[in-house]
Structure formats: structure tokens, C-alpha cells
């Protein structure tokens, strides 16, 4: 839990979803982990996330709102 992406199930998901809304879950343990979605090559352009699920990552105060937020940003 909480041990950050799994890039191979990651661009499996994105490759299959070709043009639809992605929502990454699951492994977010840190901010780091929220600047690496939109990295993931899926043999195209990188994808970035239509959203990211972080309940526990914030309920543990391992970064706030805004930081996520910066961080999804940049």
C-alpha cells in the first residue's frame, strides 16, 4: 500500500482505454508519485489523468490538497 505506481499495469490501463477518462488508484504514496502518471509512455504522447485517487495518502497528511494540486499542475 502506498508503494507508488506500477507503471506496467499503468500504461496497460491507458493503452486499453485509448481515448477514455483515466482515474489512477492505488500506490499513491507520496507527492512524487502524483508528477508520474502523466510520464507513463504508451507508445504515444503521454497521457495525463483525468483524476487521481489519494485517500489514504491525505488522511495519512502525507501532503496536503494544494501540494497535490501544485504537483498535478506542473
Known sequence: MLGGLNFEDLIGTAK???HGHLVYSGGIGDIEDLRQ???AST???PREP???IVGKALYEGRFTIAQALEALAG
Open 43 to 45: 507508445g504515444g504522447p
Open 37 to 39: 502518471p502523466g510520464k
Open 16 to 18: 486499453a482505454a485509448e
Open 50 to 52: 483525468a483524476g487521481v
